[in-house]
């Protein structure tokens, strides 16, 4: 059968589903939270969901990140919903800092600006998390053995049973970035954004490939439409955020102060990312993980896949306008993607 014009069944073949039978083979793979103590219980919630849906049958390792040290009861909290092994990891100051390159003076009065214009405007803490999802945590040491990773965050819900592993799944169909929500970004947290990516496409041509999946993320005069892929679930290949492109990107990023005078979240950033330097078949939606966090959530459209899924009458995501732009996507020419930015 088929679903916007992917073959089910090969799909299944590919994750190794088929019949029933999963398959063997483990990824150097880790299941990811950054969280704070005061968190506890919501976390604790999501990693039983996450272990009965998924991680009971592949057992795979999770790490946690936080700016100040867990607490007994939050280690011991966490051990007692899962067997699997666990690092709680105190992040030294060079991955929670405001780098040097922050006038104090001007950051305290573009804090007070943006106070009342969107949510987190004033946050500090808000901003340094953003800027360790977007260009940090992947180089943390106790990453380093690391191939692969997921993402999760306290407070979502896991709708369906992954009888397969999505790792494996990747690692042999040459999927570099994993997704299940496209969202709109406040525009007033990224004004500069688009620019200074653009300017650094203009100066690193060398790493685009040959054609991208930027078109899903511009509209027709060639700007940001403010569509990205909801970072708080990702499954990556790590290799991606280490590359020498990647981080030529973030490093530039960082040098344009965006994270502390605006908001850039890591979500706009990765998919910006993504979608600049890799084509569409290296990206993928899964669909089948019905997911919540917040007040949004997605469930298969698909029958098939949500007889795996406790959705009961959800409604899912589809009919959103950047997953749509996103469905319809199609790749474009490297030398196309230039033309399109070069106004
Ligand atoms: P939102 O989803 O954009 O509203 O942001 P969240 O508040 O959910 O933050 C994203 C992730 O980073 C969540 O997993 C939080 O637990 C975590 N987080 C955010 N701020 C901090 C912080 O100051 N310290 C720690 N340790 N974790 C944080
Ligand atoms: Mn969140």
Redesign the pocket.
């Known amino acids: 059968s088929y679903y916007y014009g992917v073959d089910l069944d090969l799909v299944a073949e590919k994750r190794g589903t088929t019949n029933g039978v999963i398959s063997s083979t483990r990824q150097n793979a880790v299941i990811v939270?950054?969280?704070?103590n005061s968190?506890l219980d919501k976390?604790r919630d999501s990693i039983k969901q996450f272990e009965r849906r998924f991680n009971a049958k592949f057992n795979y390792p999770y790490l946690f990140?936080?700016?100040?040290p867990f607490t007994d009861s939050f280690k011991e909290d966490i051990k007692s919903v899962t067997p699997s092994k666990l690092d709680f990891i105190t992040l030294e100051k060079e991955f929670w800092e405001i780098p040097k390159n922050i006038n104090t003076t001007l950051f305290t009065e573009k804090l007070a600006e943006n106070k009342d214009r969107y949510?987190?405007g004033d946050n500090v803490?808000?901003r340094?998390?953003c800027r360790f999802?977007s260009m940090l945590f992947y180089n943390h040491p106790s990453m380093a053995t690391y191939e692969f990773y997921w993402r999760i965050?306290?407070?979502v819900d896991y709708y369906c049973n992954v009888n397969y592993d999505p790792f494996s799944f990747m690692k042999t169909n040459n999927y570099t970035y994993g997704f299940n929500i496209a969202l709109v970004e406040i525009q007033e947290t990224v004004p500069t954004l688009w620019s200074e990516t653009k300017a650094w496409v203009r100066q690193n041509q060398h790493y685009l490939p040959e054609a991208n999946i930027a078109s899903w993320l511009l509209d027709d005069n060639g700007d940001y439409n403010m569509c990205h892929f909801w970072s708080?679930f990702e499954i990556v290949n790590l290799n991606f955020y280490r590359s020498e492109a990647y981080t030529s990107y973030v490093k530039f990023l960082d040098s344009a102060h965006g994270f502390f005078y605006e908001r850039w979240?890591d979500a706009p950033i990765h998919s910006l990312a993504v979608s600049i330097l890799l084509p569409k078949e290296n990206i993928f939606y899964f669909e089948d993980i019905g997911y919540r966090?917040?007040t949004v959530s997605v469930c298969p459209s698909n029958s098939e896949m949500a007889r795996n899924c406790a959705c009961k009458g959800r409604t899912s995501f589809h009919r959103s306008v950047c997953f749509n732009n996103w469905r319809d996507s199609k790749n474009i020419s490297k030398r196309k993607f230039l033309d399109s930015i070069s106004s």
């Open positions: 939270a950054l969280v704070r968190e976390m990140f936080n700016d100040e949510i987190y803490s808000y340094l998390m999802e965050e306290p407070d708080n979240g966090h917040s």
